[in-house]
């Protein structure tokens, strides 16, 4: 089966594998490895397969499970941590997060445990950063909810409705901004630690316009979390993988989020 999507080739390429691990020869009653032992038995059909291929409902529901245990790991982060470990908790579930969504993300096999840990340390993370934006402007954590499911209904409409289609030189385009936004956030990050402002976070009209592409390119993102799942489902992968196409929404949705929180405070900061 072709796809322009590598991460789906490669998965595409274990199911394959897992597909075939699922199928026996059988022979009369079922039996195992009779066509071996009788050559003229090997007309009866084959065994049917083990492995239970994934639908969008398996992913909703995944997707709708995920979102839960951070929301709950959140709330717990919220009340729960005080503040003289704030920081501490809110950089170590930031690196945290970072590592186990590099191994998810990079992983050739579907972990639902590790999905689900990646929930509950991002929960923490988006918790501490919610709360201490909280403190600062009231109410602006119910704003930016509102504005990311927003958001991300709308593109489910337009890719639903055909409006945006992830086209190869659009899956191309997307993965290259997104490594290029992740570099300078990433560039940006460590020269903040030794003092140095770039005015990407500040709060200026060029941090406002960060913010904006940040926002842009995170809901189109969603376009190829959409299309990884058609894919998925049309590859006939195992049902485990609806776990990795949830982790692609869940990161989606976080990160817009995140940039969203942050472009909402910019306009609240003269207040």
Not at 34 to 49: C, L, M, R
Not at 131 to 148: F, H, K, M, N
Not at 153 to 172: E, S
């Amino acid at each position: 089966m072709k796809t322009s999507n590598p991460v789906l080739a490669r998965l595409g390429q274990a199911a394959e594998r897992e597909r075939a691990a699922g199928y026996a020869p059988a022979g009369p009653y079922g039996q195992p490895g009779y066509p071996e032992q009788y050559p003229s038995a090997t007309a009866y059909p084959a065994a049917p397969p083990t492995v239970t291929p994934m639908s969008i409902d398996d992913v909703v529901v995944k997707t709708v499970t995920l979102l839960g245990i951070l929301g709950i790991s959140a709330a717990a982060a919220w009340v729960l941590v005080p503040d003289t470990l704030a920081m501490a908790a809110w950089i170590g579930a930031a690196v945290v997060g970072l590592v186990l969504g590099m191994i998810i993300s990079f992983s050739r096999m579907a972990n639902p445990a590790l999905v689900v840990a990646y929930a509950v340390v991002e929960g923490v993370f988006v918790g501490m950063v919610s709360r201490a934006y909280e403190s600062l402007y009231d109410g602006i954590v119910l704003q930016a909810v509102v504005a990311t499911f927003g958001v991300f209904f709308v593109m489910a409409m337009l890719y639903k409705a055909r409006v945006i289609r992830a086209t190869p030189k659009f899956v191309k385009g997307m993965i290259a901004v997104m490594a290029g936004l992740f570099a300078v956030m990433l560039i940006n990050l460590v020269l903040a630690l030794f003092g140095v402002n770039t005015g990407l976070r500040d709060g200026s009209p060029l941090a406002i316009g960060f913010s904006l592409v940040c926002i842009v390119v995170a809901s189109l993102s969603f376009v190829l979390s959409f299309h990884e799942v058609e894919e998925g489902v049309r590859m006939g992968l195992p049902q485990r993988y609806s776990w990795v196409a949830a982790f692609g929404i869940l990161v989606s949705l976080v990160w817009l989020y995140l940039e969203v929180l942050r472009l909402i405070s910019y306009f609240q900061g003269d207040d």
